[in-house]
């Protein structure tokens, strides 16, 4: 009986988020019709995934797996599922690589014994997965209830392939108006025709994406084999989760502003509680706090200045995509739309040659990775350029003693101006 209330009110918060999400939905549909004649017939469906991830969740609970296992026998597994998804990935690049290498015959019987191995591979973990993310979920629920932080809703994620994000702005300014979830299994010529029909059409700027989680409830979560990189996806998707029932959430989709103080609050978070859950289940693999690295822009002089001024200069991207992101704006402020768009695919051609290759730079991907003004200590400078809304939110951290009183204090802002007037009262 317990566990069927427990089931009960994981539908009623799974039911909560989806309305969420379809009410983002059809705000685009009546917003603007057109944009839906090209993506209607690739639309992902979150109802169908939400109902069927509550029914892993139930199974998961039911069995209260993890209260079977130590917590270096937890550890063992979860970093034992975490290499079986390195050796897949492997597996499946090598396959890849028969199929394309001119120099293999047959490909079909060269990759027979590799094609084998996956197969057994994905079966086992397909049996792991489950006990592996109810681990997480545990850790991290632990963690939220050291840093006084009530797990409501609690933390719960499921591994999948997750949709790909199609981001719409205008051409004249960097602005996210519409941001579209997309099928996972969408082919690149699919993709590409797709952006190219858009933009033809509407002129506007467009991009599709792949995104590392979704706070839908369970949140949906990219597979991975790193074990720095998990928990601070979880956590991340979990504090959009926490934000969804408190203003600050419910009022992502109000303005740009209202996403962009969303997306760093998540990141932010995300990076404290993974660090957290780092330091007390995987001691061995939480690695050094992240300095900025050279060559840096004055003020970054101005926060560290302590650093080692004889280092020898090296590519920074986030640098770089900083100076790209602010003469973009100049150029668009001044009405300049084909030379902003002629500079940022020269941009993305100097990117490749310094082994950062990104598909498509335009004002959509601005609009998109700009939002993530992020947590870490060079996370100052990036896609946002000189936006302001990322600064604020840092600010606001800072100010705050704790973990808990900074979430408490933003959760319940409304608007930008409300973030600002937070920050100067006495």
Request: net charge negative; charged share 20%.
């Amino acid at each position: 009986m317990k566990q069927a209330r427990g089931f009960n009110r994981l539908l009623v918060i799974g039911f909560l988020f989806l309305w969420l999400v379809q009410g983002s939905t059809l705000l685009l549909t009546n917003a603007d019709e057109q944009l839906r004649r090209f993506t209607r017939a690739y639309e992902f469906d979150f109802s169908i995934w939400m109902l069927d991830a509550l029914r892993i969740k139930f199974a998961q609970a039911a069995l209260d797996a993890p209260n079977y296992l130590s917590e270096a026998e937890q550890a063992a597994l979860v970093k034992d599922y975490l290499a079986k998804i390195a050796k897949l990935n492997k597996l499946k690049a090598d396959i890849e690589w028969l199929y394309t290498s001119p120099t293999v015959a047959d490909p079909t019987i060269a990759s027979k014994p590799l094609v084998r191995d996956q197969l057994q591979l994905q079966a086992e973990l397909k049996q792991l997965g489950p006990l592996a993310e109810s681990i997480i979920q545990a850790q991290l629920n632990a963690i939220l209830l050291e840093q006084g932080l009530t797990p409501v809703p609690p933390p719960l994620y499921h591994v999948t392939d997750l949709p790909y994000a199609l981001i719409i702005s205008p051409r004249d300014v960097i602005r996210q108006d519409y941001d579209i979830s997309l099928l996972p299994d969408m082919t690149m010529p699919e993709i590409t025709e797709l952006e190219q029909r858009i933009e033809n059409e509407l002129n506007v700027s467009a991009l599709i994406e792949p995104v590392g989680g979704i706070g839908v409830y369970p949140t949906m979560v990219m597979a991975t084999s790193s074990i720095t990189w998990l928990p601070e996806v979880v956590a991340h998707e979990w504090t959009h989760n926490y934000l969804t029932l408190r203003p600050l959430g419910m009022g992502y989709f109000a303005s740009g502003e209202m996403r962009t103080i969303n997306e760093t609050t998540a990141s932010i978070v995300g990076v404290e509680l993974s660090r957290a859950l780092l330091a007390q289940y995987f001691p061995q693999d939480l690695p050094p706090e992240p300095l900025p690295t050279w060559p840096l822009p004055a003020p970054f002089e101005e926060i560290y200045p302590g650093l080692d001024r004889s280092q020898p200069p090296a590519f920074n991207f986030r640098v770089e995509m900083h100076t790209t992101r602010v003469e973009v704006d100049r150029l668009l402020v001044e009405g300049k739309i084909e030379e902003a768009e002629q500079y940022m695919e020269s941009r993305r051609l100097f990117l490749a040659e310094h082994g950062y290759n990104i598909r498509r730079l335009n004002q959509a991907y601005f609009a998109f990775h700009g939002a993530y003004a992020g947590g870490t200590a060079d996370a100052a400078y990036g896609a946002q350029g000189r936006d302001p809304v990322g600064p604020a939110v840092r600010a606001l951290r800072e100010n705050s003693g704790s973990l808990e009183d900074f979430l408490e204090q933003i959760a319940w802002i409304s608007s930008f101006e409300e973030l600002q007037e937070s920050l100067v009262e006495p």
